[in-house]
């Protein structure tokens, strides 16, 4: 045993061993006291030093030990069973999978959607007007305010050159002198493009006079120059067209106006299509249908909803015309640059139940400059000064702006929902209720939240039972004109849901399989 070596000592006691074994301990001659001659041990006891065994060290088997075994019939066995549990196992996951992705139900396949489907366009006849200054500038500083209300598309003009009812002083290619220039022109094209707002030029040939085209025997001469006024408005990077009118051209000169859609067509780009946009007086739907039949225009502006007057009118002519055509086709508007603007031409106070219901239609809202504030004409003039007051809630504002600011505000919210909404921007709909005063419907999308848009335009209340088997027994209000009789947020029911006169909610309820 080496010297450094750790060892523990054990107690032996001799009293345990032979008394004859033991060793004397009486010391020398004359000493009684018991104490051994070292003078440290006691009397019948000594204590010896005996080494623990040390702890055995397990230091594994060796690589031929270690092969020496696997080889052993069980432990091969035993391989192959793991090995194959493994795969049945990845197997039954693998088709566990599938099994799940075929029985799950297939999301619908979103339709295809151009620009101007995705949000409101709003319509600038009167730069001066809207902007306070006689030129393109001032419309380019207020680009970040139409960005605001979530539009898509800004509908300019017309800005050319023309006396009213001569078309000998038009001029398509020259800007008039108090709208800008077209270095200006093309300062608005580029801030509205970092905005992500298209911008669609109107192009009407005799704006300012008494018919669009001037008359049936200049129809032709104006539409050779309106096409080579396409091209080159093109080429100044606009996003499309609008043409006031078109039922004439449509009629009077088929083949002038089969090469003006050729060429709106084929200056279409691979990343965004322009846009050839119509725009109709006639009420009637079925007038409607086959005029967007028989000019394909990508978006026909109508007055359809405008002699409407009840629920069940409205129903029927909005039904019409969606189960006619693709709704990316259908346009809603109440007011426009010839007539006026909306909170002129309805009842003032139905302001915002009217926003409401142009921005729930299957199709494209269209407003006119102020309609998002309650703008109203002036007794001599449809192009009444914008007013850009205070739109900052803290500051001051008498009644009037605060009405205006909260009118926005409504614009606001209905504008973002329909822009995100796959429900409101593409969802099918279905009528619940209609009557003289009031109108219901649903837009639906699959494996989206529905909503349902409820109006009442009389001048009591009313109640509505719009229960459907295929929707839950209540809603939750999104938006309301009432925000104190209908809280958003707040549940109703739908088979007694009651309206104040004037009233109008948008409720959503969540996606039923």
Known sequence: ?????????????????????????????????????????????????????????????????????????GWVRTRWALLVLFWLGWVGMLAGAVAIIIQAPRCKPLPKMNWWNNGPLYQVGDVAAFTGQNNL???????????????????LGPIHETNPDDPQSLDFLKIASDVGTLEEFRNLIKIARKKSISVVLDLTPN???????????????????????????????????QLSGIDRVVSVTPNQWADIRAIMQNSTSKDKNRALFGVTEKTSAVEVSNLLNSSGVDLLMSRVLWSNMTGVDRAQDVQHLYTSYNQTSLAWSLSDRTQGHLASLVNPKLLKLNQMLLFTLPGTPVFNYGDEIGLEDEQDSKFPRMPWGPLDPVAEMNDTEKERLSNRKFFCTLSDLRGKERSLLHGDFRVLHNSTSCLA??????????????????????????????????ATVTVSTDATAMP????????????????????????IA
């Open 1 to 73: 045993m080496s010297k450094d070596a750790d060892v523990d000592m054990k107690d032996v006691e001799l009293n345990e061993m032979d008394q004859e074994k033991q060793p004397m301990t009486g010391g020398e001659a004359g000493n009684g006291d018991g104490i051994s001659p070292t003078g440290t041990e006691k009397n019948g006891a000594v204590k010896l030093k005996i080494p623990e065994e040390e702890d055995a060290k397990f230091t594994g088997l060796s690589k031929e030990e270690l092969l020496k075994v696997a080889g052993t019939p």
């Open 137 to 155: 500038k001032g419309l380019a500083a207020k680009m970040e305010n139409l960005n605001e209300l979530k539009v898509k598309g800004l509908v």
């Open 207 to 241: 704006y300012k006079g008494n018919q669009p085209w001037f008359s049936n025997g200049t129809v032709t001469d104006v539409t050779d120059k309106l096409k080579l006024a396409l091209v080159f408005w093109m080429r100044e990077g606009i996003d499309g067209v």
């Open 441 to 474: 419907f649903l837009r639906q999308w699959d494996q989206s939240a529905g909503y349902l848009a409820s109006f009442n335009w009389g001048e009591e209340p009313a109640t509505l039972n719009i229960a459907h088997s295929s929707l839950p027994a209540t």
């Open 488 to 511: 958003a947020g707040s549940s109703v029911q739908l088979e007694t849901l009651q309206l104040g006169a004037g009233q109008a909610v948008l409720l959503q309820y969540p996606y």
